[in-house]
């Protein structure tokens, strides 16, 4: 059985629509937390419009994965594999776009 701090919340202990959402219902580890080292798959959201020319929203794209993503379940219903029983997972975080400078929020 894999860690339970890198599994996702179960729906038991906290309905799916409450709650700060998070990429699956697993836990949110900056770059700083003391665990960060054991993530093996982790998500990074860029929100950010700067790449697009009269398409504005891509800015929302991260939180709204997030958001929708607190539907899917642990594990997968055709071939019952349980990713999160084999990899340490997380939702890292968004990158700090720079909405002025594409370089700058690149190099992030």
């Known amino acids: 059985m894999a ?3 890198f599994t996702p919340v179960s729906g038991f202990d906290l309905p799916r629509f409450a709650g700060v959402p ?11 937390h003391p665990r960060f ?3 093996e798959i982790g998500l990074i959201g860029a929100p ?3 790449g697009t020319t009269n398409r504005p929203g891509p800015r929302h794209g991260p939180r709204q ?8 379940r642990a594990q ?3 071939t019952w594999v349980a ?8 939702d890292l975080g968004d990158v700090a776009p ?9 190099a992030r």
Do not use: K, Q, Y
Not at 22 to 27: E, K
Not at 83 to 90: L, N, R, T
Not at 98 to 106: A, S, Y
């Open 3 to 5: 860690d339970s701090f």
């Open 22 to 32: 998070t990429f699956m219902r697993l836990p949110h580890v900056p770059f700083d």
């Open 37 to 39: 080292p054991e993530v």
């Open 48 to 50: 950010w419009d700067g």
């Open 65 to 72: 994965l997030r958001d929708l993503s607190t539907m899917i």
């Open 76 to 78: 997968n219903g055709a």
């Open 83 to 90: 990713p999160f029983d084999v990899a340490a997972c997380a």
């Open 98 to 106: 720079n909405p002025g400078d594409l370089m700058d929020t690149m």
